[in-house]
C-alpha cells in the first residue's frame, strides 16, 4: 500500500523553522521585557536581535538558491531525492526511500501519466529487491 508522496526538502525549509522560531523567541523575550524590565533580559535581546537578523539573512540567501535550482535540469531528481541537492553536502547522502510513495496520476488522479506516474519507478534505496 502506498501511503505519501515524498519529496527530499530543501534546507530552506529547515532555515525557515529557524528563523520562525527565533522571531518567536524574540517576541517572547519583549514581552518579558515589557513586564519586568529585567536588564537581564535586556541584554539577552540585545543578544539575539542581531542573531535572529542573521538568520533571516542566511534563510533568504537558501531561499534564493532554491530558487536557482528550480531552472536546473536535474531539478526533478532532488525533489524526488535521487540526487543531493547541489548546495548540499553529497558526504552521507542516501537515496530517499520511495517504497511507499503514492502515484499522483494512478492513486490520486493528478497530473498526467507520462510526467506523473511512478508506479515503475525504482526506489534509490532499496533497489529493485524490494520494489518487486
Ligand atoms: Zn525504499
Ligand atoms: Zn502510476
Not at 515524498?6 to 522571531?23: E, K, P, Y
Not at 517576541?27 to 537578523?53: F, Q, S
Not at 528550480?70 to 553529497?90: I, M, N, S, T
Not at 558526504?91 to 520511495?98: H, I, K, V
Request: charge should be negative; aromatic fraction near 6%.
Amino acid at each position: 500500500m502506498r501511503r505519501i508522496i515524498g519529496i527530499q526538502t530543501h534546507h530552506s525549509v529547515n532555515l525557515d523553522d529557524a528563523s520562525r522560531f527565533g522571531v518567536n523567541m524574540l517576541t517572547a523575550l519583549e514581552a518579558t521585557l515589557k513586564r519586568t524590565g529585567d536588564p537581564e533580559i535586556e541584554a539577552l535581546l540585545d543578544e539575539l536581535r542581531p542573531l535572529v537578523r542573521q538568520i533571516g539573512v542566511a534563510r533568504t540567501a537558501a531561499g534564493l538558491r532554491l530558487k536557482m535550482h528550480q531552472r536546473d535540469a536535474d531539478f526533478k531528481r532532488y525533489v524526488d531525492g535521487d540526487l543531493p541537492w547541489p548546495d548540499e553536502l553529497e558526504e552521507g547522502f542516501l537515496p530517499r526511500c520511495s517504497c511507499d510513495d503514492r502515484c499522483l496520476f494512478h492513486d490520486v488522479g493528478r497530473g498526467t501519466f507520462e510526467d506523473d506516474c511512478n508506479c515503475d519507478r525504482v526506489c534509490g534505496q532499496h533497489g529493485e529487491a524490494e520494489a518487486a
